[in-house]
């Protein structure tokens, strides 16, 4: 099994993609405090390096989701399941006259906010915008989602870009 980063080369003959144990030697690079475990800030850490937005809240989510034993850490045995929540796609390209237009949303139901995350490349891989917001509202993930789509489309169309791919 191999996982995907579409942020990071990793130490692997060039490639995009890491193995189990790639993924926990990576990741243990972050263990700030060497104690063998990885907690919500250290694996924020994590994504912040690869690149992922909402890093905090990624983190926390992140832990909360792969911590079996409550202990509020990843400990050596749970990173397996830290790698089944990673990407495991390698990002396409689109048609040589198009731009890929790449949209997301998060929840922040706590705060009655919504995060927008919009990034666009072109079929070269090479980034020509990326923009992040925070909206006032607490819609459901749907419409949360719809929005940044919407947001996307208009970011494409204001930088003059006609052919582009939306992808949510």
Known sequence: MALKSPYVYVESAGRREMTIDEFKRWLKKFDADKDGRISNEELADAIRF???????????????????????????????????????????????????VNCDAALFENLSKIGIEIVIRDFTGQLLLCKYAFL?????????????????????????????????
């Open 136 to 168: 006032d509202g607490n819609p459901d993930i749907i419409q949360a989602e719809a929005t940044a789509v919407l947001f996307g489309v208009n970011l494409a169309k204001e930088e003059g870009l006609k052919n582009a791919l939306v992808l949510v």
């Open 50 to 100: 690869a690149g992922g937005w909402f890093a905090g809240w990624k983190g926390k989510r992140g832990v909360r989701s792969t911590d079996t034993n409550e202990n509020r850490y990843i400990d050596e045995s749970e990173i397996k399941n830290l790698a089944g929540l990673c990407p495991k796609a390698r990002w396409q390209s689109p048609p040589r006259s198009f731009v890929k």
